[in-house]
């Protein structure tokens, strides 16, 4: 898709400031610049899983501005354990203005009565309970704010930290874009911050209850996504109409 004229400057600007105004920015200072008053880039929203990963970046967010809109997609799929630690973090990070957004009941009674579209069409289960709701979820914003990092997997090695979302027409952040596993480690220890209670049980990368394995030792962390298929993104991410700054 072309972007209109306005959304082409807005897509530029946000595309050269990788190079500029965020360039050489340590995770908490490119936050500042995303969150603190004035917002340079207008006005962002969080979009959390609330996964393995999560509980760092939003430790950096309730640090900088805890009154940030964080958008949670709740599948109505995932683990019981994922809901509960969604909660039991909130409430460590005092976060005060979390969303959670869910497939409409029509398009829930069209697309998955049974609930069983992940069994024979997972790329769809995932546009409708996921893509769709994220779009719907984003509404009113200039852009948004993801916990995407490079070693996840190989779907995910040249990320950057600055985006632009052609599809929504949208900014997309990745701040945490080029931390390693150990140093996710190294500061959820530092911080005391909650762990997922399934990390102890194998679970790297935790999405769907149906669509979600654990991983072996030696598998990259999504690897228990999808297992069987080869997929490794649910399209929230990885989609054709995401523009990286390295790319414009």
């Known amino acids: 898709m072309q972007p209109e004229p306005n959304n082409e400057r807005a897509r530029s600007a946000v595309l050269a ?14 936050l500042r610049c995303l969150l603190s008053t004035p917002r340079i880039f207008g006005r962002s929203a969080v979009v959390s899983s ?12 309730s640090e900088i501005a805890p009154d940030t809109p964080v ?13 509960v630690f969604k909660e039991q973090l909130v409430k460590h990070l005092r976060l005060s203005d979390v969303r959670s957004f869910s497939i409409d009941p029509l398009s829930q009674k069209r697309e998955d009565p049974k609930q069983l579209l992940h069994l024979t069409n997972p790329d769809r289960c995932c546009h409708v309970r996921k893509v769709e709701v994220l779009t719907r979820a984003l509404r009113g914003f200039d852009g948004w704010i993801t916990g995407q990092k ?8 040249g990320l950057g930290r600055v985006e632009w979302d052609a599809e929504r027409n949208k900014a997309k952040f990745n701040p945490l874009s080029d931390w390693s596993a150990e140093s996710l480690v190294t500061y959820a220890d530092r911080y005391g911050l909650p762990r997922h209670p399934l990390l102890e049980k194998g679970y ?45």
């Open 50 to 61: 609330f996964g393995i990963e999560s509980a760092v970046l939003l430790h950096h967010v």
């Open 204 to 248: 790297a990368s935790v999405g769907c209850a149906p669509c979600t394995t654990p991983v072996a030792a030696s598998e990259d962390p999504r690897a228990g996504r999808w297992r069987g298929l080869e997929k490794r993104e649910c399209g929230l991410h990885r989609n054709p109409h995401i523009i990286a700054a390295s790319a414009a």
């Open 71 to 83: 958008i949670f997609i709740d599948t109505r799929l995932h683990f019981e354990e994922t809901l």
């Open 150 to 157: 490079r070693h996840q997997s190989a779907t995910r090695a």
């Open 17 to 30: 400031a990788d190079g500029t105004l965020l360039a050489g920015l340590d995770a908490a200072a490119f």
